[in-house]
């Protein structure tokens, strides 16, 4: 199969206002959308819309067909909400001109926990009928489970692996590694969206995700201006999807999901703790833009955004 697992290491590294890093670890799921069916049926302990220890739902991601909010233009009205995942991709790419007729998609997330879902961020890799790699969608989610996609191109690609950015000395050496054939995709756009109390909306991500190979190796920075405030990385191995690593790995890493949003919110308070200020996420409603399944703190605001709307913010 090509659906697979990945054990990784987790950096966040803030720079400014405020020093402050911490690494954990943590294992992802690489679900090839064509084998979601041959998972369900070979692993015990995963399921495909249905309940399970591990439950992975069409309707957890990329929702496009839902209205969204502060489109940059004028809204189109809804189109039919495409059944499969996969087809929501595919029609999703096609509207911004990447055609992925007889293609794959292999989508780097968690599914449900025990029933429970977050995601701080997912990556659609997308490969055309050839194999190539085309396009990669990075699908962020933030606690308040607003939910926004930042598309990268085919013009985001370079055919063969960047060299990687330097790297804390506790990374793995294998971090940077890439594959023959691979592809990175790179892209600076603002970010307009309300992901963290300790970064204002207008920062921008900068977004370096490499096709996963034997290796996984992700990495996303916060700008403001020229000044990197923050670095995330996300590195680790391929893993085999057996029944058995999937038992494992839930000894090893129990309630994931959980643990996640538990470690978000307890480094949210060392951040309180060293007064880095923060941000309320009413307070520039209008320039969260572009996003799925708005916060009732800003439902409210859908009018024209207070700055000229970047031709990036089309998801």
């Not at 000044?227 to 990385?233: C, F, G, K, N, Y």
């Not at 893993?239 to 494992?248: E, N």
Request: charged share 20%; hydrophobic share 40%; with cysteine.
């Amino acid at each position: 199969m090509n659906s697979c697992l990945y054990e990784c290491s987790v950096l966040h590294a803030r720079f400014s206002p405020r020093q402050h890093r911490f690494l954990y670890r943590i294992f992802l799921f690489a679900i090839d959308l064509d084998e979601l069916e041959t998972l369900h049926r070979r692993l015990r302990l995963f399921s495909f819309n249905r309940a399970n220890l591990y439950s992975f739902r069409d309707a957890d991601f990329l929702p496009t067909g839902e209205p969204v909010h502060n489109a940059p233009a004028p809204a189109a009205p809804t189109p039919p909400r495409p059944s499969s995942l996969k087809a929501r991709v595919v029609a999703h790419l096609a509207t911004r001109g990447t055609d992925l007729t007889g293609g794959r998609v292999v989508l780097v997330t968690l599914p449900r926990v025990f029933g429970y879902l977050f995601n701080p961020v997912s990556f659609y890799f997308c490969y055309d009928r050839a194999g190539t790699p085309v396009a990669a969608l990075a699908e962020v989610t933030n606690t308040f489970k607003e939910m926004k996609p930042y598309l990268l191109g085919p013009a985001t690609r370079t055919p063969a692996p960047l060299s990687p950015a330097p790297s804390p000395s506790d990374l793995p050496p294998s971090a940077g590694e890439g594959r023959p054939g691979g592809a990175t995709f790179a892209l600076r756009t603002p970010k307009h969206f309300y992901v963290s109390p300790f970064s204002d909306v207008d920062v921008a991500f900068d977004f370096t995700l490499r096709t996963p190979a034997e290796n996984l190796s992700i990495q996303i920075d916060d700008y403001v201006g020229a000044e990197r405030t923050l670095t995330s990385t996300l590195t680790g191995p391929r893993r085999a999807l057996t029944g058995a690593r999937l038992a494992w790995f839930t000894l090893k890493y129990p309630l994931l999901t959980l643990r996640i949003i538990g470690l978000i919110h307890g480094h949210a308070f060392v951040l309180w703790l060293k007064r880095v200020p923060w941000f309320a996420k009413s307070a520039r409603a209008a320039d969260q833009r572009a996003l799925y399944r708005p916060h009732s703190s800003i439902a409210r605001s859908a009018v024209p955004a207070l700055s000229p709307p970047h031709p990036s913010d089309a998801v």
